[in-house]
């Protein structure tokens, strides 16, 4: 019997980013989709997803929503049957990355949501593709209805995360460590890193792809995920 798979989005993003994955996986695993919207720490969020997720469950995590899973990891780890990290970073903030998110949280503070989203996140999102166009609106459609709150309170978790590097030492379960090859906000060289501190991990790169690999190649992605959730 397969676990329930808790999928925890990533910044700015709703369960549209998991659209192709909630529709290839709904007849493989009970999903829960994880909101993380509440509070403005990583280890708050996580708790958060722990208070609602089933007694034990397979993880997944892009972006954002990978540095929440590798939080309710380090948390609860008897809890976390497997885990996959997708698109995701195990570092503390970089001082030149934290120093971009006063200006941009004023910015949204002053009703310019769309404006941050579409001159600083968005260019850094995907690979060149038929589809770019699409899935680029679709990213400003999720931003825009989580609204300012959102980015606000998320931008203030992700500068005073914490470094998960022992976290991902000490874990003994199945993972996946999946990224696209061309993800700039989250480069390969990452990925190699986590998947190198996690015994056992299977990385893999999904070409022609960029930070949202879950909607810009989703049956590669949705494939991988297969593969991890029937792992023994």
Known sequence: MTAPLVLIPGMMCDARLFGPQIA??????????????????????????????????????????????????????????????????????????KARRGPQIAAARAGRLAEVMRDEMKPNYLAEGPDKR?????????????????FIIQSKALMD????????????????????????????????????????????IVENAGHLPTLEQPETTNAALRRWLEAT
Do not use: K, W
Not at 187 to 203: D, K, N, Q, T, Y
């Open 134 to 150: 699409a899935i680029l609106d679709l990213c400003m459609q999720m931003a825009l209805d989580l609204g300012p709150d959102v």
């Open 24 to 97: 290839a996986l709904s007849g493989t695993a009970a999903l829960h989709l994880a909101p993380i919207s509440a509070h403005d720490t990583v280890q708050a969020l996580a708790a958060e997803v722990l208070a609602n997720a089933p007694p034990r469950f397979a993880l997944a995590g892009l972006s954002m929503g990978g540095i929440v899973a590798m939080e309710v990891l380090r948390q609860a780890p008897e809890r976390v049957e497997r885990i996959a990290l997708l698109d995701t970073n195990p570092l503390a903030e970089r001082v030149e990355v």
């Open 161 to 204: 995360r914490p470094d998960q590097t022992e976290t991902l030492l000490s874990a003994r379960i199945p993972a996946l460590v999946l990224c696209g090859r061309g993800d700039l906000l989250c480069p390969v060289e990452r990925h190699e890193l986590m998947a190198g501190l996690i015994p056992g991990a299977v990385l893999h």
